[in-house]
Structure formats: C-alpha cells, structure tokens
C-alpha cells in the first residue's frame, strides 16, 4: 500500500518509520525547502514516547542531543530571592523517564532513520486529496496513493483541506507562546534563568550544542489578541506591551528578541475535533489532536499517536475502515486527558492573579525542597493528573513487522 505523510516534523518521520516497518510504502511530502535546522525550542519526551523511541533503536541518537538543563533559577515579581530548583525533582512529579530536547534536533534524529527507505520530498505541499487518492501538489505532478496522512502540525494543511477551517475546531485556552533564537549572553551552563509574574513568564535557556539560546515568553490575555500570523513586527510589539515593567533581565531578553535570527509567536490553542479521520484520511499528533503548545506534552502525545496508527494499520492489513475506528479508540482517552490537564497546565503555569502566582512559587519552593523520592512519590497519588503519560500502556504491535532492520 502507498500512503502519503505531509509533514517532516516529529510525527512523519516516527510514522513513516513504523510504517516501512509493518511493509507500506511511504512517501513524505515538506513545504519546508529542506529539514529544519535552526534547533527549534525545546520539547519533552515522556515514558510512552521514549519506550517508543527504544523500540525504533533510537535512545543512543536521542539522549545525546538532550538539551542538558539541570537547573532552574526563577525569580518571583514582587520578591527579591529566586526560587531554586534541579530540574530533575520537577520532571520527577511528571514522568520517571524523560529527555528534553530540541524539537528540530529530535527532528532530524527521525528523519536520520528513515530516509534510506522513505520518499522524502521538500519544497512542495498538498493542494487537493480526492476521494479515490488522487492527491495534487503546488509543484510536482498529481499522484495517486492509498492513504493520506496530515502529520502538518497545529495549523494543518490537509486537515484544512479534507476536515475545513481550523475555527471550526480549535479553543483558544487563554495564553501566547513566543520563543526567539537569542545569543547566550548569560553564559548559560545546564541552567535556565527567568521570572515570572501575574499573567506572564520569561526566562532563557540553552542546550549543551547550541550556540546561542532561547528566549521563551509565556503570558496569559483576557481577550485574543488582534495580529496577523505572519507580522512579526506587531507580534514583537505586542510582546513589549505585555511585558513592560516586569523585571530581572526581560528589557535585555526583549531587545535580543527584536534582532533574534529566528522567531516564533503563536496562540497557545487546542484542538477539539472528535474525530481524526475522513474516509482515506487520517490526521496524527498536532494536526489532529494538539492539547495546547508548551503546555500538553504534544510531542509525546505525536510520537505515541504515530506509532499507534501505523500499528493498527497493520493489524488491519491495510484497511483503513478497520484500522481507523481502532486507531481513534486507542488513542482517545490519552487525548483527552491531555487537553483537560493543558487547560490546568496554562493556569498554573501562568497564574492570572497574585493569589495563584503565589501558590505557584510555594510550589516550586516545596518541590525544590523535597528528596526526590517523595516529590515522585506524591505525584504518583495523582496519576491521572501530572503522571498522565506515565501512564499510558502501549500496544504490542511487533507480530505485523514486515520490514526488520
């Protein structure tokens, strides 16, 4: 069978991979000119995510480009001392197997892994999917393919061609990201620096290969804002009102964000579809089901969810009419536990008043405090809530591989 990724990110490559493995044929098509590799920002792999990537061979090419960041020092807007913590005793209450790691990194780590055996094509996107497969492009000549897969991300291509407008589906959960490329001008060693106060939170972190840094802005708006996606200008100016007055080294991190060679900004939004397939269409990992940026272990979620899919399909023997019901059953519960804690996650995170940003810092102090045995501990108690990921049980899809490496 042929089926046809668009998407090169995370979720494309780990799907494609799974694929090949279970004997389909795979293309790849990238509206990107070739695999990104400006370092991205960083995400999180957890337990089911990483028992994934151990299965794909791939622990060894992934812990070695882990980010290093081994500590935090956050200052609290309105108190003079910084809260400490080691950043193992905050990952510890989420996940007893984890790697940070930068998403463009982790990226081309997958790619690295498939691109032997998979078509890979850059610099072209779908225009068009018909209902017998015909699939058309903005450069290169229609093709026919069994499935179509949209692994494009949050503001999918195929998912607006085949499901409709992204409005129709998606709930802002009240918060914006911004991330920049910055240099390292505070000589960042394992270490992120930053401060948070109500509404809003900025800090600076960097990764063990990196040459420069990343300048990360989260804040919290009782309204959306009115901006276009692709004015940078406005988003950058809108980052300055947002953060006017607030202290430590944000008026540095703002004009290094001005001159940063790399910016993002983006509404941190969920998607609410209640259903992530369409006749010879499956959508996987953001495209279909992102909980919120920054704030719902998207990544994870990408990765289990592209595994999953490839293993039904091969459990179904290629029928998609069986394999995608399957595939929405297994993969349900997971998504929606991951949108109710990115909910929780955006309020906490960044707390919209001086009551919940100080429960945030005694958090954080309790936490920075405690061994780290008991800060697992106690989480535990809590599974459906920190641990979601902990506590996922993958499915055993090793009887359909076709393909061994």
């Given at each position: ?390 506590s996922v049980a993958l499915k055993d899809y090793s009887a359909y591989e076709a393909v061994r490496r």
């Open positions: 069978m042929r089926v046809l990724i668009s998407g090169a990110s995370v979720a494309g490559p780990v799907l494609a991979y799974w694929l090949r493995r279970h004997g389909f044929e795979v293309t790849v098509v990238e509206r990107a000119p070739a695999l990104r590799k400006t370092g991205g920002h960083a995400v999180d792999l957890f337990r089911p995510a990483m028992d994934i990537v151990e299965k794909m061979g791939l622990i060894g090419p992934v812990t070695a480009r882990k980010t290093g960041t081994d500590h935090i020092t956050m200052y609290v807007e309105g108190r003079e001392r910084p809260v400490e913590l080691e950043t193992r005793k905050v990952i510890a209450t989420v996940s007893d197997r984890h790697v940070e790691i930068m998403r463009d990194d982790l990226g081309e780590v997958f790619h690295d892994a498939t691109r032997d055996d998979v078509e890979y094509v850059f610099d072209d996107s779908v225009t068009s999917v018909g209902d017998d497969g015909l699939v058309t492009f903005e450069r290169g000549e229609a093709r026919r393919f069994d499935l179509v897969v949209g692994a494009d991300g949050l503001h999918s291509n195929v998912r607006r061609l085949v499901f409709g407008p992204e409005a129709a589906y998606a709930r802002w959960v009240g918060a914006y990201l911004a991330v920049a490329t910055v240099p390292d001008y505070r000589g960042l060693d394992g270490r992120m620096e930053g401060i948070t106060g109500v509404g809003r939170m900025a800090g600076l972190y960097s990764a063990a290969h990196l040459d420069g840094a990343r300048a990360l802005f989260l804040f919290r708006t009782p309204g959306q804002l009115d901006y276009h996606h692709r004015d940078t200008a406005r988003q950058k100016e809108l980052l300055r009102e947002r953060f006017a007055g607030l202290g430590w080294d944000v008026p540095r991190l703002l004009d290094e964000t001005d001159r940063a060679s790399a910016f993002y900004f983006d509404s941190i939004t969920q998607l609410t579809l209640d259903t992530w397939t369409r006749g010879r269409v499956a959508l996987v990992g953001d495209a279909g089901y992102c909980p919120g940026p920054a704030v719902g272990g998207s990544t994870s979620l990408a990765v289990v969810g592209a595994y999953v899919l490839a293993g039904e399909l091969a459990a179904a023997g290629g029928d998609h009419t069986r394999a995608f019901p399957a595939y929405e059953a297994a993969m349900g519960d997971y998504v929606r536990r991951s949108r109710s804690f990115a909910l929780n996650a955006a309020k906490r995170l960044v707390p919209g008043t001086t009551l919940g940003l100080g429960l945030l810092a005694g958090t954080a102090w309790l936490i920075g405090r405690l061994p780290s045995g008991l800060s697992r501990a106690a989480s535990k108690l809590a599974a459906k809530g920190v641990r979601l990921h902990d």
